[in-house]
């Protein structure tokens, strides 16, 4: 008997029964790929239950574990929950592997077992990593193998409570004929894992690689079939991480943690706002530095701004690195209509140093002041920081969060501060001493205080 295929959309996991240039379910072009189908049978990861009257439901506690990585710890919400999946995904080479190699030393130093499978390294290489890790003698096994079933034949009998499988791509079911990476393969894998850490409650994480537009990413189908979804992220060019949460089923998403690559691995960060504002420029048009709030945290951003007349006259170029194309015209819009000034003949290119996004309009002000600064060519006060979102009628709104941003810049040394008048109050019955507040309630007072 032929063997029946179908083309699947590598991107959404759509069906089509013909070959097709643009999958007709998402819109992507070029993603479908022959595929043997399976039986379409659906197996259940759990036995068959009962409905429960809802206040016979016990509470139970979820048992969590400590990485070791307090930053990593408080992106999952308090530490990993035992009996959950955690998906990993970030581009090739941002340090996946590395990040999950620390966290098997420090749960093996610990005296957690963890059995950490590679399908893409063998153990000599894993073990050169770990060298520079300094890991010690333990309870860590490595194993290299890419048949889903050996891997977790192996795991029934190692039974460990920490679990880590790199990557999604490299496993394979032998129940599947497709080649491993395809949608239906690394679904598979996940959907396998995820009984297996639920049945026997262990800690399990699954790297997954992702390309930067996305494509053919595979992981991108995963996240709804697990507890957790970290998103690794950075520059190549810059030596931090940022790793944040995208989905967490037991805790807060939008946490983040910074870690700098460093030769020993990587580091946490330790004060993330002294670490993106340590080559800020003294002095200089243009720059400006913005109070922001990432998860639960505040960070200090250095908004950079470069206006310069244009050769493209009539038609100049608006860049922005780090922070909303659409937002900062706007921001120029009103600036050009309540404070008389024209960008009209000007290139303006935006830039969030050290590769951060903003991304809240709380950061208005920081974007607004930076322009101006290089528009006027005249520097702003290095000892000064700016927070509060900017209204169309060039009003200054308050924002979220006012107490953390002012001690966060406080902390940092800065001696003023512009925001909101509107939130003045809110700071007022706190009395943080030492930094002195300026209220503003539109842009032209902005200005006029910081010019
Ligand atoms: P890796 O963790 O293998 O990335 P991924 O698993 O996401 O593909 O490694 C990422 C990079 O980090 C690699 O280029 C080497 C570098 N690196 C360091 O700079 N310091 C270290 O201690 C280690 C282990 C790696
Ligand atoms: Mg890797």
Not at 300 to 312: C, G, K
Not at 345 to 371: M, Q, R, W
Request: hydrophobic share 40%; charged share 20%; glycine share 10%.
């Amino acid at each position: 008997m032929k063997e029946k295929t179908a083309f699947v959309c590598q991107n959404c996991g759509a069906h089509s029964p013909k070959w097709m240039g643009r999958c007709p379910s998402c819109g992507e072009w070029d993603t479908l790929i022959e595929e043997i189908e399976e039986d379409a049978s659906i197996e259940f990861a759990f036995p068959p239950s009962e409905p429960v009257l809802y206040e016979e439901i016990k509470q139970a506690e979820k048992k969590r574990l400590q990485t070791g990585i307090e930053e990593l710890n408080r992106v999952l919400g308090g530490g990993v929950v035992l009996g959950s999946l955690v998906l990993i995904g970030g581009e090739p080479g941002i340090g996946k592997s590395t990040l999950l190699l620390q966290v098997s030393r420090d749960f093996s130093a610990q005296g957690e077992k963890v059995l950490y499978v590679s399908g893409e390294e063998s153990l000599e290489q894993i073990k050169l990593r770990g060298e520079r890790l300094g890991i010690q003698k333990g309870n860590l096994y490595l194993l290299a193998e890419t048949n889903l079933e050996r891997v977790i034949a192996h795991a029934e009998k190692l039974s460990p409570q920490v679990f880590i499988l790199d990557s999604v791509q490299t496993f394979f079911s032998s129940k599947l004929s497709s080649s491993p990476g395809t949608i239906s393969q690394v679904r598979e894998v996940t959907n396998q894992i995820f009984r297996f850490a639920k049945t026997n409650m262990i800690s399990a994480f699954l790297i997954g690689h992702i390309t930067k537009d996305g494509s053919l990413a595979g992981p991108k189908s995963l996240e709804h079939m697990v507890d957790c979804v970290l998103y690794f992220e950075g520059e190549r060019d810059h030596s931090h991480r940022v790793v944040r949460a995208l989905k967490n089923r037991f805790g807060p998403v939008s946490e983040l943690a910074i870690f700098e690559m460093t030769g020993q691995g990587l580091q946490a960060v330790a004060n993330p706002s002294a670490f993106f504002l340590k080559e800020r420029p003294v002095n200089e048009t243009g720059s400006a530095v913005v109070c922001t709030i990432k998860g639960s945290r505040p960070l200090l951003a250095e908004v950079q701004a470069l206006v310069s007349s244009t050769l493209f006259a009539g038609n100049p170029r608006r860049m922005t690195i780090g922070c909303d194309h659409f937002r900062a015209s706007m921001l120029m819009a009103i600036v050009e209509k309540k404070l008389g000034f024209s960008f009209a003949g000007e290139d303006v290119y935006l830039n969030v140093a050290g590769g951060l996004t903003i991304d809240e309009p709380a950061t208005d002000l920081g974007i607004l002041v930076a322009v101006v600064s290089s528009l006027k060519n005249r520097a702003v006060s290095s000892d000064l920081a700016v927070f509060g979102e900017v209204g169309l009628s060039g009003e200054i709104r308050s924002v979220g969060h006012p107490v953390a941003r002012v001690k966060e810049a406080s902390s940092l040394g800065f001696q003023k501060v512009i925001l909101p008048k509107g939130n003045i109050s809110h700071l007022e019955k706190e009395n943080i001493s030492g930094i002195n507040l300026i209220g503003v309630k539109n842009v032209k007072e902005v200005i006029d205080t910081i010019f």
